[in-house]
């Protein structure tokens, strides 16, 4: 599988572009202020990208919807727990004094035992709230493999854990999920979080300081 991850200024947050290298076919994860860095890697790459998938709707990761919904013409999926927070986008850049466009409305929610297709590949969404109310770790793999790639937005990084001191956050919840869904994956699982590098289940249940 191919995977390519991008983040700029001001926020630094990871929007990746994930291929299959077969069939070209294409899923984009978390579009935001990099969204043009991910439009040439889909160019560059000669991928057809088949969903907009996002991890939760703080407004780092959201604010290139609209440019990736006007190239790609594909539905944009969310966990409906967080479509407060997404029809909010505007609200939440004034919190941080940023000027945000309202973005396209959200295609279609998330199904517990949901898989979505690209390829040869298969997203499985699993809901880990805390962060927000809507979090999702994004579980890809191969069709009909146990998917060892998470996609896992600000609930878990190298190191740390996300905010909980945001609207809808909720620390106990957040380490619930942490434990109870992200630690059900073995230790081989790789974690791509939504700001910062890799890590993997393994390394985070041995040495995470939050998770001890
Ligand atoms: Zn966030
Ligand atoms: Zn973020």
């Known amino acids: 599988m191919l995977i390519e991850v991008r983040a700029v200024e001001p926020f630094f947050k990871n929007g990746f572009v994930l291929g299959c290298g077969q069939t070209r076919e294409a899923v984009v994860v978390d579009p935001g202020d990099e969204v ?50 997404y029809n909010g986008v505007v609200q939440q850049g004034m919190m941080f004094g940023l000027h945000v466009l309202p ?43 146990s998917g060892k ?11 740390s854990i996300g ?12 380490i619930h999920s942490i434990k109870h869904v992200l630690f059900a994956f073995g230790d081989d699982a790789i974690v791509y979080p939504g700001h910062g590098p890799a890590t993997t289940i393994g390394e985070e249940r041995r040495t995470n300081p939050f998770l001890q």
């Open 149 to 159: 790639q998470l996609f896992v937005g600000d609930t878990l990084f190298a190191g």
């Open 103 to 145: 973005q396209p409305p959200i295609d279609r929610f998330y199904e517990p035992g949901q898989a979505i297709a690209f390829g040869n590949y298969e997203v499985r969404p699993h809901h880990t709230p805390g962060h927000c109310p809507g979090g999702v770790c994004l579980q890809v793999g191969a069709k009909g493999t």
């Open 163 to 174: 905010r909980t001191d945001l609207p809808g956050g909720d620390y106990a919840t957040l």
């Open 36 to 85: 043009d860095d991910l439009l040439e890697i889909v160019r560059a790459h000669d991928l057809k990208v088949q969903h907009i998938l996002l991890t939760h709707a703080h407004l780092d990761h959201v604010t290139g919807v609209a440019r990736a919904k006007e190239a790609f013409q594909v539905p944009v999926h969310l966990h409906r727990d967080d479509l407060p927070l």
